[in-house]
């Protein structure tokens, strides 16, 4: 089945303690993304890669990293979490950078960060 | 400044009845429009999508109508049905790098 994959759905955590949000697709994408869903603020980009290697931010990134080592994998990474970081994350991908059938998203990971 | 806006944050509707979902954009460069449904404890799912070259969409019960000119889109979904109830994310592309999404709005369609 084409999906992207995410883990851990759930995590609590506490400040400072740093964590890896794991996102896998296994559709051969070149474009992948990551977003953070908070009530009144919708959907907002935390970082994208169009392609292995190549990453950029988009209009959220601050107290995040990420990686694209291969074409399958993008985890985020949250070196020292913050309460406002907690969030409900999404991670998301598309075969290209023409968005014709928008993105494929992930069934999301609901951090809370004590 | 948000660029896609959705200004109502939640819908009520009979079901059977018509159901129009509203979306504004401030950004010209926007040049292809999508609508997302998403379900509680699910991802967001892609439901239709519009070319700024075209005015009108159609899918099954959904149509996407896009105005250029008042920067306005609407999604009618006919007629709507309980499964219907779920948040309705407008998304819009305006380059690589990546598509700018509104703040949603909760559909709920009462029996």
């Known amino acids: 089945e084409a999906q992207v994959t995410q883990n851990p759905r759930y995590l609590i955590t506490v400040t400072g303690k740093k964590l890896t949000v794991t996102c896998s697709q296994n559709m051969n994408h070149e474009y992948m993304s990551w977003y953070r869903q908070d009530p009144g603020l919708g959907l907002r980009q935390i970082y994208y890669s169009m392609n292995v290697e190549v990453t950029d931010k988009g209009d959220v990134p601050e107290g995040y990293k990420v990686s694209r080592k291969e074409k399958r994998n993008f985890p985020l990474i949250l070196e020292s979490p913050s309460p406002n970081q907690t969030s409900l994350y999404f991670c998301a991908s598309s075969p290209n950078q023409v968005f014709l059938y928008g993105y494929t998203f992930g069934s999301g990971t609901r951090l809370t960060v004590v | 400044d948000q660029q896609v806006k959705q200004n109502s944050p939640s819908l009520s509707v009979q079901e059977g009845r018509i159901s129009i979902l509203n979306c504004d954009y401030t950004?010209?460069?926007?040049?292809?429009f999508l609508w997302y449904k998403k379900y509680p404890a699910e991802g967001p799912t892609f439901l239709i999508s519009?070319?700024?070259?075209?005015d009108k969409n159609e899918d099954g019960r959904f149509t996407v109508f896009l105005n250029k000119s008042a920067k306005h889109l609407s999604l009618h979904i006919v007629p709507s049905q309980p499964g219907d109830s779920a948040v309705y994310f407008c998304?819009?592309?305006?380059?690589?790098?990546?598509?700018?999404f509104g703040k949603g709005t909760h559909l709920i369609i009462q029996p």
């Open positions: 950004n010209s460069m926007f040049d292809y």
């Open positions: 998304a819009a592309r305006g380059g690589a790098d990546g598509l700018t």
């Open positions: 519009i070319s700024s070259i075209k």
